[in-house]
C-alpha cells in the first residue's frame, strides 16, 4: 500500500468555481503535511502546510482529519492561473522522507 | 546561490552509459533529498542526507543506483548501466534542518532520457 493516496483526476473546472481535492495516508504517526504546487516541467513549491485545526490562505483552504488519515485542499473562485498538478505531502514521524501523492490534475476553463 | 541548483538540466544516455547528476542545495540546509518522478506521476523517495551522512537510501530502485554527499553540501545521484526505466526527472531538494514541519525546496531537476 502507498504510504500517500490521491485521485489523479483530472479535474476541469469553469472559472469561478470551488474545487476540492483530498488525500489520504497511510501511517498515523505521520507528523506534518503539506500541500505542493507543480506546474507543467517545473519543480514543486509549496503551496501551504496543513494543521489540525484548518488553515487558510486567500481563496485556499486546507485541512487535516487525523481520524481519518486525510488531508483536504479547497479552492474557491477558480482562476486560470490555478491550473496545475496538487500534490500533498506527508512527512514521516521519523522525519526522514517527505511522501508525495502522485497529484491531482487541475485545469481551468475560462 | 538563491536556490536549489541542479545540473545537466538534460542529460540523454545510451543504454548501458553511466551517468552523475548534481544537486547544489541551498547554502547551509541540512536535510538533503533525491526524488524520481515519472512522467505523469508524483515524485518517488530515493534517498535521504543529513549532512554528510546517508540515512535513509530505502526507495533506491537498485544497486545501479548510488548517492554521496562527501562534504555535506553537494550531492551526486549515480546511475550504472542506465536503462529505459531509468528515464525520469530527478529531482533535488533541500530543507534546513533534520525534523518535521520544514518545508523542501526543489531544484529544476535533471530530465534523464536513456535511449
Known amino acids: 500500500r502507498k504510504e500517500v493516496e490521491q485521485d489523479p483526476g483530472p479535474f476541469n473546472v469553469p472559472e469561478g468555481a470551488t474545487v476540492a481535492f483530498n488525500c489520504t495516508y497511510s501511517?498515523?504517526?505521520?507528523?506534518?503535511f503539506f500541500w505542493y504546487r507543480q506546474d507543467c516541467r517545473k519543480e514543486p513549491k509549496l503551496l501551504m502546510s496543513?494543521?489540525?485545526s484548518g488553515n487558510e490562505d486567500g481563496r485556499f483552504t486546507a485541512q487535516l482529519n487525523r481520524a481519518s488519515q486525510y488531508i483536504s485542499l479547497l479552492i474557491r473562485d477558480s482562476k486560470l492561473s490555478d491550473s496545475a498538478t496538487y500534490l500533498c505531502?506527508?512527512?514521516?514521524?521519523?522525519?526522514?522522507?517527505?511522501?508525495f501523492g502522485t497529484g491531482t490534475s487541475l485545469t481551468v476553463i475560462p | 546561490g538563491a536556490g536549489v541548483s541542479q545540473s545537466p538540466r538534460y542529460k540523454v544516455a545510451k543504454r548501458g552509459q553511466d551517468v552523475a547528476l548534481r544537486c547544489d542545495p541551498i547554502?547551509?540546509?541540512?536535510?538533503l533529498f533525491w526524488y524520481q518522478q515519472a512522467l505523469g506521476q508524483g515524485p518517488e523517495f530515493l534517498t535521504y542526507?543529513?549532512?554528510?551522512?546517508?540515512?535513509?537510501k530505502s526507495g533506491l530502485p537498485s544497486d545501479r543506483f548510488f548517492a554521496e554527499r562527501p562534504e555535506g553540501s553537494v550531492s551526486t545521484l549515480k546511475i550504472q548501466r542506465t536503462q529505459q526505466e531509468d528515464s525520469a526527472v530527478y529531482l533535488c531538494?533541500?530543507?534546513?534542518?533534520?525534523?518535521?514541519?520544514?518545508?523542501?525546496?526543489f531544484g529544476q531537476g535533471t530530465r534523464l532520457t536513456v535511449v
Open positions: 531538494a533541500s530543507s534546513p534542518l533534520w525534523g518535521t514541519n520544514t518545508e523542501a525546496f
Open positions: 505531502v506527508v512527512i514521516s514521524n521519523t522525519g526522514n522522507q517527505f511522501y
Open positions: 501511517n498515523s504517526a505521520s507528523q506534518s
Open positions: 547554502s547551509g540546509h541540512v536535510s
Open positions: 496543513v494543521y489540525s
Open positions: 542526507f543529513q549532512n554528510e551522512a546517508q540515512l535513509d
